[in-house]
């Protein structure tokens, strides 16, 4: 009996302390919100360790997580999405205010934050370039965890990172405008 | 000629195949459009691997706790709640297989042994009650010499056995009568007795 405590102490030990880094780092970088990651991250673990069955290896265990934390993140794009909208249409009801306020912001701002820009990437395309160059995985285990195929991930990337070139070069010409 | 964009993202990746990756190594070392764009992308990934991260080392330890209570401290040596005491007719017993069978058995064999015994007094005192029964049975006979009537069966063997006399005696016994033979046949006796006088 006693074997057997420390044995899923251990475990516990061994995949939390190994897998959390990235775990987190997937979940914030696809939220944006630290403290969004925190909550997703809690409830993808808690549901990981009330298996019964552990997975085989460590690898694999990444892979279920990562895709627990995937699933769940739609779910706060969605409440975000909503509230975005909701926030587009009062500045059409207040355009000026909203505009001389968005330019005060900007002003203050001489580079624009890697998560900002991310954030500002369609959601079907951040998952996948996250995956890519946070979690470190392969175009075949992101379509695994996406539901996509292998050349679908390989143009969601492609896409991403041409978008974000632009967000980027687009904030260049900004700054040097301002 | 130049291959799509696509393609030298997928090359960044490491995601082409041998033996494109080769074809296209050696094309990107000479074509200087195709090189700029693997170095955008390039520093592209840099840029979002070098910015610092929020320190998540908090809420690796806050989180922890709660995981490990939540789902692997319950059964561990640091429980999250202490089990409730449980009624008497609630509670569990935790048996080895083998221990289980064999008390099954001796059970069956305590209830087998029981009623065994029981149907053998049964036997005993039945075989014990069914001739006391028998004599008591009511019977109309009419003796013929002394026009005596006897209605018991008992009273006739004695009258029987009194006379110093033989006679053709006809009975005729209930018809609802079993005749499962129990204890010593008193009848058979007495006419085993009769012919030997």
């Known amino acids: ?178 | 000629m130049c291959p799509k964009d696509e393609i030298i993202s997928a090359y960044l990746d490491g995601e082409v195949e041998s033996p494109w990756a080769e074809k296209l190594k050696i094309h990107i070392s000479t074509c200087k459009k195709c090189a700029q764009r693997l170095a955008d992308m390039q520093n592209l990934r840099s840029r979002l691997l070098d910015e610092a991260e929020p320190d998540f080392g908090p809420a690796l330890q806050r989180l922890r706790r709660r995981v490990y209570f939540h789902s692997v401290g319950q059964g561990s040596t640091v429980p999250a709640q202490t089990p409730r005491e449980l009624p008497f007719w609630k509670r569990k017993v935790n048996l080895p297989m083998p221990a289980a069978v064999a008390l099954s058995f001796m059970l069956f064999l305590l209830f087998a042994s029981f009623f065994f015994f029981m149907g053998q007094q049964n036997n005993i005192a039945m075989a014990k009650r069914e001739p006391a029964s028998y004599k008591s049975q009511p019977v109309q006979v009419t003796v013929p010499i002394n026009g005596m009537q006897v209605d018991n069966l008992e009273v006739l063997l004695k009258l029987l056995n009194n006379k110093d006399f033989s006679q053709e005696v006809l009975m005729q016994l209930p018809k609802d009568s079993q005749f499962s033979v129990f204890g010593e046949p008193e009848i058979e006796k007495i006419s085993t007795d009769r012919q030997g006088e």
Not at chain 1, 26 to 36: C, D, F, N, P
């Open chain 1, 1 to 178: 009996m006693l074997k057997k405590r420390d044995t899923g102490e251990e475990r516990f030990n061994k995949e939390y302390t190994e897998l959390f880094p990235v775990i987190f780092r997937v979940a914030y970088r696809i939220t944006g919100e630290e403290g969004v990651a925190e909550d997703l991250c809690q409830e993808a673990f808690i549901k990981y360790f009330e298996r019964h069955e552990p997975l085989p290896d460590i690898n694999q265990t990444k892979y279920w997580l990562i895709r627990v934390v995937k699933n769940m993140s739609l779910n706060y794009e969605k409440k975000k999405v909503r509230e975005k909208n909701a926030v587009t249409k009062l500045e059409k009801i207040t355009p000026q205010y909203v505009e001389s306020t968005e330019k005060g912001v900007l002003k203050e701002e001489t580079k624009i934050a890697v998560q900002q820009a991310l954030d500002k990437l369609p959601y079907k395309l951040r998952v996948v370039l996250v995956l890519k160059e946070y979690a470190r995985l392969n175009y075949k285990e992101i379509g695994s965890i996406v539901g996509i195929s292998e050349g679908n991930v390989k143009v969601r990337i492609f896409r991403a990172r041409e978008r974000l070139e632009k967000i980027f070069k687009d904030e260049k010409l900004y700054v040097s405008e301002g």
